[in-house]
Nanobody
Framework: QVQLVESGGGLVQAGGSLRLSCAAS????????MGWYRQAPGKQRDLVAV???????NYADSVKGRFTISRDNAKNTVYLQMNSLKPEDTAVYYC??????????????WGKGTQVTVSS
């Protein structure tokens, strides 16, 4: 169906920056919303940021002013620019996309995740 591949995670010191990328592949008729979620050890998976095909964005309060989500619709790719990183941002970051294929309408898909570790 649809595959999402994340890249850009890694280890960074507090105050540093990382840029995550997620590319969707497959026979896709349309992608509606794309977003990033994160899950820290022992915690639930929470929304970080989401962007619609029209460019409307929504952010978790904890990342507002520090993170910026963007997308390239032609490439079916979403980005997450993370600045002023804090140790509490440490988590596995998952890409999510709601896509329509020939078999399913507006089905959510998940990437395998990429680790972001912020040292104090």
């Amino acid at each position: 169906q649809v595959q999402l591949v994340e890249s850009g995670g890694g280890l960074v010191q507090a105050g540093g920056s990382l840029r995550l990328s997620c590319a969707a592949s497959g026979i896709i008729f349309r992608i509606n919303a794309m977003g990033w979620y994160r899950q820290a050890p022992g915690k639930q998976r929470d929304l970080v940021a989401v962007i619609t095909s029209n460019g409307n964005t929504n952010y978790a309060d904890s990342v507002k002013g520090r993170f910026t989500i963007s997308r390239d619709n032609a490439k079916n790719t979403v980005y997450l620019q993370m600045n002023s990183l804090k140790p509490e941002d440490t988590a596995v970051y998952y890409c999510n996309a709601k896509a329509t294929t020939r078999d399913y309408y507006d089905m959510p898909y998940w990437g395998k995740g990429t680790q972001v570790t912020v040292s104090s």
